[in-house]
C-alpha cells in the first residue's frame, strides 16, 4: 500500500515561531500537495509540486513555503507562525501526470499556534 | 475553476436507512469527481471516483455514486447505514491535471 507519511502528529508552537511540517511517501510519486483542513471550510490547498525543486502556489499560499529536495519529501514550512495558522495540515501524493490520480493522504499533523 | 458543492454540513440517519450524500460541480470540461471519507484522527480515504466510463460508480463499503449530466450532481448513496459508516465526507472535482477541489465536507451521523 502507498504510505505517506507526516511526521507530527500533534504539535504546538508560539507565535513568531519557525514551523517545519514533514511529509514522506514511499511510492515514487511524481506529484505531492499540502492542504489545509478547518471545521466548516473543508480542504484548502496551499502548495504543490510536480516534481523535485519544483512548487506551485495553491489557493491560500500566503504565510507558507515549501521544499522539495527528494521525491519522497515536501516539505511545508510557517516562517512565522500566527494564530490564524492553528490548523489541521493534510499532505497528499499521487502518481504521474494523467488525470484521476487518486490522491493518496497522510494521517494530518494538527498544529497549535500560541 | 471547477468547485464542489456539498449541501448539508450534518446528515443523521437511523442505523438501516438510506443514505444520501448530496453534492453539486460546477466545470466547464467533462468533470472527474471523487468522494472521500475522513473517519475520526485519519487523514482522507478514497470511496469512489468517476472519470467519464460508468455513470453509476461503486465504491468500497457498498456506497456507490451517480453522474448525472442534466443536474451537475454527484450524489453518494448506501442503501442502508452501519454505525461505522459514522465520519466527514468530502466530494472533490480534479482542477488543472493534478489537483483537487474539494467541498467543504458533511457529517453523516448515525443513531442506533
Known amino acids: ?114 | 475553476a471547477q468547485s464542489v458543492t456539498q449541501l448539508g454540513s450534518h446528515v443523521s440517519v437511523s442505523e438501516g436507512a438510506l443514505v444520501l450524500l448530496r453534492c453539486n460541480y460546477s466545470s466547464s470540461v467533462p468533470p472527474y469527481l471523487f468522494w472521500y471519507v475522513q473517519y475520526p484522527n485519519q487523514g482522507l480515504q478514497l470511496l469512489l471516483k468517476y472519470t467519464s466510463a460508468a455513470t453509476l460508480v461503486k465504491g468500497i463499503n457498498g456506497f456507490e455514486a451517480e453522474f448525472k449530466k442534466s443536474e451537475t450532481s454527484f450524489h453518494l448513496t448506501k442503501p442502508s447505514a452501519h454505525m461505522s459508516d459514522a465520519a466527514e465526507y468530502f466530494c472533490a472535482v480534479l482542477n488543472g491535471y493534478s489537483t483537487l477541489t474539494f467541498g467543504k465536507g458533511t457529517m453523516l451521523l448515525v443513531s442506533p
Open chain 1, 1 to 114: 500500500d502507498v504510505k505517506v507519511t507526516q511526521s507530527s502528529r500533534y504539535l504546538v508552537k508560539r507565535t513568531g515561531e519557525k514551523v517545519f511540517l514533514e511529509c514522506v511517501q514511499d511510492m515514487d510519486h511524481e506529484n505531492m500537495f499540502w492542504y489545509r483542513q478547518d471545521p466548516g471550510l473543508g480542504l484548502r490547498l496551499i502548495y504543490f509540486s510536480y516534481d523535485v525543486k519544483m512548487k506551485e502556489k495553491g489557493d491560500i499560499p500566503e504565510g507558507y513555503s515549501v521544499s522539495r529536495e527528494k521525491k519522497e519529501r515536501f516539505s511545508l514550512i510557517l516562517e512565522s507562525a500566527s494564530t490564524n495558522q492553528t490548523s489541521m495540515y493534510l499532505c497528499a501524493s499521487s502518481p504521474g501526470r494523467s488525470g484521476a490520480n487518486v490522491l493518496t493522504f497522510g494521517a494530518g499533523s494538527r498544529l497549535t499556534v500560541l
